[in-house]
Nanobody
Framework: VQLQASGGGLVQAGDSLRLSCAAS????????LAWFRQAPGKEREFVAR????????LYPDSVKGRFTITRDNAKNTVYLQMNSLKPEDTAVYYC?????????????????WGQGTQVTVSS
């Protein structure tokens, strides 16, 4: 199984970025997908989750209204659209796959992980 995250970069506060995560080696539509992030010296933090059929999404308050998670099951890809970025959004962003239907928000419950993509937001 491989999850390949891409799309990170250096942007200014207020800018937008779209992350992508392409999956292979798994039945993509059988997994919920999520994004987490980890800043230096901090624990990995839940950012967004989307259900297998894309009907349900979940966000923490810190990104709600600014970030949107979507998926394309035909392309085996999950996306994270990030708008109105803030310096505190700076982190390495990881995509993850979860075969459970329970809306997990903790990293330990996810079965597969991508390698991460760096997002840096300057003030």
């Amino acid at each position: 199984v491989q999850l390949q995250a891409s799309g990170g970069g250096l942007v200014q506060a207020g800018d937008s970025l779209r992350l992508s995560c392409a999956a292979s080696g798994l039945t993509f539509s059988s997994y919920a997908l999520a994004w987490f992030r980890q800043a230096p010296g901090k624990e990995r933090e839940f950012v967004a989750r989307i259900s297998r059929n894309a009907i349900s999404t979940l966000y923490p308050d810190s990104v709600k209204g600014r970030f949107t998670i979507t998926r394309d099951n035909a392309k085996n890809t999950v996306y994270l659209q990030m708008n109105s970025l803030k310096p505190e959004d700076t982190a390495v962003y990881y995509c993850a796959a979860d075969r459970s239907i329970v809306a997990h928000t903790t990293a330990d419950n996810y079965n597969y992980w991508g390698q991460g993509t760096q997002v840096t937001v300057s003030s």
